[in-house]
């Protein structure tokens, strides 16, 4: 499978703590991407790294791209209960627009 | 970015029977994107669907149980035939959209299927 892969499986935090989830693909990437899943239902796009690109920041998310690893880092700061939900990340690839996504992260943020 | 109208948002649909899913874009979109995501796990790309042309699908997946139909730039249904329980899963539609000087993509809200 060329799925990637994220650890933790899960993670528990205090509000006010900072999660960070780590990625990593086993294809060439052209970007690496970002998702946020709450509860099963629709994914929403957090945040896009480019290959050339090593961290990008966004509001109190955190980016990191490794391409001699291939692996990633998504850190989210200051974090929130709201912030529960699962993370996903997706390689998008050279000449194509599918994405292929990690297996993902569920956060849990206690208040 | 584009929005997504997907429904049904859940089902709960007999084994045999088949299910058909659609997804309303509010602009016109060249690409959209077919996914299933079984109970934990991941998102796994099932068929992409040009306007005009026949669904690419996924290996491991084949149009006799995913058939797919794209009509015009703004709209796609996705059908999952002849169901088993295996086929319980949410499945996702999504468009790619320009966010500035990125390339993200955008999500349906998710059908949840359950067959019994």
């Known amino acids: 499978s060329q799925q990637g892969e994220e650890d933790p499986q899960a993670l528990s935090i205090q509000e006010g703590e900072n999660a960070t989830m780590n990625c990593s693909y086993k294809?060439?990437?052209?970007?690496l991407q970002w998702y946020r899943q709450n509860s099963g239902r629709g994914l929403v796009h957090l945040i896009l790294?480019?290959?050339?690109?090593r961290e990008k920041h966004s509001g109190r998310l955190r980016v990191t791209l490794d391409t001699s690893k291939k692996s990633s880092s998504l850190l989210i700061t200051a974090s929130r209960a709201a912030d529960t939900a699962s993370y996903f990340c997706?390689?998008?690839?050279?000449?194509?627009?599918?994405?292929?996504f990690g297996t993902g992260t569920r956060l849990q943020v206690f208040p | 970015s584009a929005v997504i109208s997907q429904k049904p948002s859940r089902d709960i649909c007999q084994r045999g029977t088949s299910l058909t899913i659609q997804c309303q874009v509010d602009?016109?979109?060249?690409?959209m994107f077919w996914y299933r995501q079984q109970p934990g796990q991941s998102l796994t790309l099932i068929a992409t669907?040009?306007?005009?042309?026949?669904?690419?699908?996924e290996s491991g997946f084949v149009i006799d149980k995913f058939p797919i139909s794209r009509p015009n730039l703004t709209f796609s249904t996705l059908t999952v035939s002849n169901m088993s329980p295996e086929d319980s899963s949410i499945y996702l539609c999504s468009v790619g959209a320009r966010r500035g000087g990125d390339y993200g993509y955008t999500f349906g809200s998710g059908t949840r299927l359950t067959v019994v």
């Open positions: 790294i480019r290959s050339n690109e």
């Open positions: 602009s016109q979109v060249t690409m």
């Open positions: 294809t060439s990437i052209n970007n």
């Open positions: 669907a040009n306007q005009g042309s026949e669904a690419t699908y």
């Open positions: 997706a390689g998008g690839r050279y000449n194509t627009d599918k994405l292929i």
